[in-house]
């Protein structure tokens, strides 16, 4: 079965620019969450999604927005982009994402740099 | 006070040394996940647990509710366990993260 990907993997961008990520989960997970990785505040949660809702949103200004597919694919969107915006930003997918027993499988990052 | 605390920050082990990483919070959960990240960012789920304990191969995760911390141990320790472990814990869809233990073991 292959795991979750996340496209691009790489990506440079100049401040005020936005910015769109992807992400396919695992066949048959349902649940998609985003995180944000950086060397000073370490790992955030963004968002979690659901049969396309939202379900859940961490403490981020509203320049950061995301969707779900009907197949389940993610996407997230950053828009007017900060330089504090540099980071690793993770998805991980589970197949409901609201039990215990439901383990999630995190993605290899893209990793973001504003210039 | 951050919700997750892990300690210590930094570890260095010998090879075959038994370690272990502590996890305190301070909020409720429905579930602790114990995670590895390797250089290069990877992160992968190493437990999910909400009570007791659990085991694979030469890692132990136990839990403590009433007490609200958890322990991470890796016996025999190798080099390639070093990596950056993070203690999270989640409720309601929403996780939150400790600062992680970068554990270096040398051979």
């Known amino acids: 079965k292959a795991g979750v990907t996340q496209t691009p993997r790489y990506l440079i961008k100049t401040r005020g620019q936005q910015v769109t990520l992807s992400c396919s989960p695992i066949?048959?997970?349902?649940?998609v969450s985003w995180y944000q990785q950086t060397p000073g505040q370490g790992l955030q949660f963004l968002f979690e999604y659901f049969s396309e809702t939202q379900r859940n949103k961490g403490n981020f200004p509203g320049r950061f927005s995301g969707r779900q597919f009907s197949n389940s694919r993610s996407e997230m969107n950053v828009s007017t982009l900060e330089l504090g915006d540099s980071a690793l930003y993770l998805c991980a997918s589970s197949r409901q994402g609201n039990s215990p027993a439901d383990e999630q499988y995190f993605g290899p990052g893209t990793r973001l740099t504003v210039t | 006070k951050n919700e997750v605390e892990q300690s210590p920050q930094n570890l260095t082990a010998q090879e075959g040394e038994f370690i272990t990483i502590n996890c305190s919070y301070s909020v409720g959960i429905s579930a602790l996940h114990w995670l590895q990240q390797h250089p290069g960012g990877g992160i992968v789920s190493l437990f999910m647990l909400s009570s007791g304990k659990k085991k694979h191969g030469r890692l132990i995760a136990t839990i403590n509710i009433q007490e609200k911390h958890s322990s991470l141990h890796i016996t025999a320790s190798h080099p390639r366990d070093s990596a950056v472990y993070i203690c999270a814990v989640s409720n309601n869809n929403d996780m939150r993260f400790g600062a992680g233990t970068r554990l270096t073991v040398k051979p």
């Open positions: 066949s048959g997970h349902r649940s």
